[in-house]
Every structure is written in C-alpha cells, then in structure tokens.
C-alpha cells in the first residue's frame, strides 16, 4: 500500500546489485531495477532480480522490478502483454516488494484490457504506472481509470522532459489523487528540484543518481558503448538528504 503522504520517500533507478546495496546504505526508501536504463529502463533477467533481492536482504520489499519489454514506446500487441505479464508472474515470491508497468492504446489512453492482465498478474504486489502517462494527453483522465482498477502509485514528469518543468501537471495529480494513490516525480529530477517536486504535492521523487562508469575494457563491433552507467553514491546521499530536510518541514 501507499506510505503516508506525510512522508516523502525517495527512490533510486538502478541496474545492479552494487547501486541497490548503495541506495540502502544512504538511506533510500527503495530501489526501482530495470536493465538498459539508457533506454528509459527495460525489464531485467530473472537472475538479476534475484541477486539484487539477495543483495539487499536486509529490507524486504526494498526492491521495486519494471517490467517493460521493449523500448520503443509503451503500446503492445497481445503477444508482449501476455509475455509482460509471465514476467510480473514470475516476479511473485522473489521477494520483490512491487512492479512497475504501464500499456496505452495508439490514441495515448490506458489499455484498460493490459492493465487488468498485469495487476491480475502482479498478486499482492505493489503495482505502479509508470511514464508512459507522460504521453497520454488526459493524464487527469488516465488516472480516474487507474484509481478505478486499484494503482498504487503513478511516476510522472507530469508530461515534461524534466519533472521540475512539470510541476503544474504533477500538482494537478496529486491533487485529486488525495490518499489514494502516490505521486512520484522522476524525470530529470537534480537534487536542487526536490524541495519544489515535493512542494507540489508529490509523495516521493525517483531518479537514477547514475553516472558513467570508467571505461571496463575493450570493445568495438557489437560490443556497444565504451562505457556504462553506474549508480553515484554522492548523488544518492545528496538526494536523501535532501528527502529528509523536505521532511523535516
């Protein structure tokens, strides 16, 4: 369930076992793994799930698993909904405390019909939609359908490259959401951002605190990029702090 709107927490995007011990370690509320975070995040293997729930045994339900299964936008035919949904399935008794998904129609409104499958899915875990409300021109509307099928949280820029430029949108959310569902606020969130993100009404904010990893070795032709992004535990640090001074209002 939701934490109390009276509490703003903070949730770190990272990719492995090092970032999530990381995000314990500095005080994070929990950790959203995803692979390919270049890509916007995409769903992570079976193995690195497990590792990262090992890694972080010590707080259980710390770790929150997005499952999307391409980049490329965020409408899918029935084929990706069904394997989407055997990955929520099979997230189940990992020790996961939640998912994080979201499916849209080409008109940009919720697939109501995907949903249903993924929260069916999902059990008793926590469900989250995620930025693919960032695309949908009611977002207002989308989330009327979500407090509807049960949501527990939405992650939102509130429609804008970065959150901070989406304050408005973020504000309207939170809103009408009341105590029924959280608002997280990620998107390009710096640390200057949090004080006016969570002023506005958001529950939490999520980023990645990520930076680039020094150069691990050779590559070239299908190896892909000389480098990769690793989670930066000063900008973890900085962010929890700045978390806890917003509580401490």
Request: aromatic share 2%; proline share 4%.
């Amino acid at each position: 369930m939701p934490t109390d709107h009276g509490v703003r927490t903070l949730e770190i995007a990272v990719q492995d076992p090092v970032g999530a011990r990381l995000a314990l370690a500095a005080g994070a509320d929990r950790v959203e793994l995803c692979s390919a975070l270049s890509t916007g995040g995409l769903t992570p293997s079976i193995g690195l799930v497990h590792s990262v729930v090992e890694a972080v045994a010590e707080a259980p339900g710390f770790v929150q698993v997005l499952v999307r299964p391409r980049e490329g936008g965020f409408v899918y035919d029935v084929e990706e909904i069904e394997t989407t949904a055997r990955d929520v399935a099979a997230l189940r008794g990992t020790g996961v405390g939640g998912v994080v998904v979201g499916a849209l129609t080409s008109e940009g409104s919720l697939d109501l019909a995907a949903m249903e499958c993924l929260i069916e899915a999902a059990g008793d875990l926590t469900v989250t939609f995620h930025r693919a409300i960032d695309v949908c021109p009611d977002p207002l509307a989308l989330l009327e359908l979500l407090l509807g099928l049960g949501v527990d949280r939405i992650l939102t820029s509130g429609g804008a490259v970065r959150s901070i430029d989406g304050l408005d949108v973020i504000s309207a959310l939170a809103q009408r959401a009341g105590d029924q569902m959280q608002i997280s606020a990620g998107g390009g969130v710096r640390v200057a951002d949090i004080p006016a993100l969570l002023g506005a009404g958001a529950a939490s904010v999520h980023l990645s605190a990520r930076t680039l990893a020094p150069r691990c070795g050779p590559t070239g032709p299908g190896g892909g990029a000389e480098s990769h992004h690793m989670t930066d535990a000063n900008i973890v640090a900085e962010t929890v702090a700045a978390v806890a001074a917003c509580n401490a209002w």
